[in-house]
């Protein structure tokens, strides 16, 4: 960068940060907070849901990615190749979130029987970019699923095999966690529902639980993994029932202690994620989200600088819960570049959060709590012609990535030297 860009760059932030600071923001501060947070990066964008298992597309569990633009990536160093570029691109402190069906060997591996040994070069990859792993059992994509059912199967050997892999899958997250120093999420997502209504849903869900408990059994320490169980409303096949949906999930979170996942397309087109946070949060310890973007359904576009994106940040951030809610990124859009999708979704949720950070919340608690509504709202239609840009803009110079737009040169870069050879 020229020495005249990074003045004007500065100076532009000297003259946002005294515009905030009369709106009683701190915007050094902001800044230093938002370089704290982690977001997790998704694996499966790169690949299109596929994984290292041998298959060509993503199969079952109600979900799909589509498009065919080129340059997926075909195995695990492309993949973190891939991964290495985005991270380049993206302003902020990272993570990244794996799938069980991403694991490497040499011969196949059945999925009741991973190890860490076969995530290996991953644990190594992330302790070479000084980054933590988070890891989810994956539940579709596999013969034993092909039914609709894996964990409230009627079939007990079909039972037995996934809580199995969630066993695997859980011994796997600590085993990462307590080589990379930093707590590693499980999440535990099943894709169990059905097309049209069913004649006995308690029986499902009473399965559930009866897997989950066994499942959850093992006692493993909280500063390696954490626990995770995520509910939806409905996906491609199950439109009618869904056996963990949010009620079920809710009550059992919150009656294992465990941490509950809120996925930002799970749930009715009218439902509030934002607000969720702050009604669960004086109940449990931890929150995970799963930043996404529905579109008329859980289609997982890519994430946004959007208002459903900018409402979930501003109740964390008002709520004080940054150090309580986990953030990892969930979609995957196999119609245009990967690494653009990853990095639009991933400066989306950062934006987000630094929007929430420098909103002048404080004089806008002050009016609240003064019974001046309309001050209030005056202030909230204020802030939003601050200038949020030179903020960014800064904290893009902080951390020694592109401003603006001008990342896309180096993805077009990219593509043109390695993507368009695959």
């Known amino acids: 960068m020229q020495d005249t860009d990074k003045n004007r760059i500065e100076e532009s932030y000297r003259q946002a940060k005294e515009r905030y600071a009369a709106y009683g923001v701190d915007t050094d501060r902001a800044l230093k907070k938002l370089a704290s947070i982690e977001v997790s990066m998704n694996c499966w964008q790169g690949d299109d849901v596929v994984g290292f298992e041998g298959a060509d597309s993503i199969t079952g569990g109600g979900i799909m990615a589509t498009g065919n633009y080129p340059g997926r990536a075909r195995n695990a160093d492309e993949l973190r190749m891939d991964a290495d570029k985005a991270f380049s691109l993206i302003p902020g402190k990272k993570r990244f979130n794996l799938h069980g069906s991403y694991r490497e060997s040499e011969k196949p591996v059945e999925r009741d029987a991973l190890a860490p040994e076969h995530f290996e070069r991953w644990i190594e990859w992330a302790a070479e970019q000084k980054i933590g792993l988070d890891f989810n059992p994956t539940f579709f994509s596999h013969p034993k699923a092909d039914d609709g059912y894996t964990l409230s199967s009627y079939d007990s050997g079909i039972r037995r095999f996934w809580i199995e892999h969630g066993k695997r899958c859980r011994e796997v997250s600590a085993a990462i966690g307590e080589r990379l120093g930093t707590a590693c999420v499980d999440n535990v997502w099943i894709p169990?529902?059905?097309?049209?209504?069913?004649?006995?849903?308690?029986?499902?869900?009473?399965?559930?639980?009866?897997?989950?408990?066994?499942?959850?059994?093992?006692?493993?320490?909280?500063?390696?993994?954490?626990?995770?169980?995520?509910?939806?409303?409905?996906?491609?096949?199950?439109?009618?029932?869904?056996?963990?949906?949010?009620?079920?999930?809710?009550?059992?979170?919150?009656?294992?202690?465990?941490?509950?996942?809120?996925?930002?397309?799970?749930?009715?087109?009218?439902?509030?994620?934002?607000?969720?946070?702050?009604?669960?949060?004086?109940?449990?310890?931890?929150?995970?989200?799963?930043?996404?973007?529905?579109?008329?359904?859980?289609?997982?576009?890519?994430?946004?600088?959007?208002?459903?994106?900018?409402?979930?940040?501003?109740?964390?951030?008002?709520?004080?819960?940054?150090?309580?809610?986990?953030?990892?990124?969930?979609?995957?859009?196999?119609?245009?570049?990967?690494?653009?999708?990853?990095?639009?979704?991933?400066?989306?949720?950062?934006?987000?959060?630094?929007?929430?950070?420098?909103?002048?919340?404080?004089?806008?608690?002050?009016?609240?709590?003064?019974?001046?509504?309309?001050?209030?709202?005056?202030?909230?239609?204020?802030?939003?012609?601050?200038?949020?840009?030179?903020?960014?803009?800064?904290?893009?110079?902080?951390?020694?990535?592109?401003?603006?737009?001008?990342?896309?040169?180096?993805?077009?870069?990219?593509?043109?030297?390695?993507?368009?050879?695959r």
């Open 192 to 421: 169990d529902g059905s097309k049209d209504d069913p004649t006995d849903r308690m029986r499902r869900r009473h399965l559930l639980v009866e897997s989950l408990d066994e499942l959850f059994s093992e006692h493993l320490d909280p500063e390696h993994t954490l626990d995770a169980v995520e509910s939806k409303l409905f996906g491609i096949g199950s439109e009618s029932f869904v056996v963990g949906s949010h009620e079920f999930y809710l009550a059992y979170a919150l009656s294992r202690k465990l941490v509950l996942t809120m996925d930002a397309g799970h749930y009715h087109p009218t439902e509030s994620v934002a607000e969720k946070v702050s009604a669960l949060l004086p109940f449990m310890r931890t929150l995970l989200l799963h930043v996404s973007r529905p579109v008329r359904w859980d289609s997982d576009h890519v994430v946004l600088f959007d208002d459903a994106t900018r409402a979930i940040a501003r109740e964390i951030v008002r709520a004080d819960a940054l150090d309580r809610v986990l953030l990892a990124v969930d979609f995957f859009d196999a119609s245009i570049n990967r690494i653009t999708a990853w990095v639009v979704g991933m400066r989306g949720t950062y934006k987000s959060l630094l929007a929430a950070l420098i909103d002048p919340m404080e004089l806008m608690r002050k009016a609240e709590l003064a019974g001046d509504l309309g001050t209030r709202l005056a202030l909230a239609e204020e802030a939003k012609t601050l200038p949020l840009g030179a903020v960014w803009d800064r904290f893009c110079l902080d951390h020694d990535v592109p401003l603006g737009g001008a990342w896309l040169d180096e993805v077009q870069s990219y593509e043109n030297d390695v993507l368009s050879k």
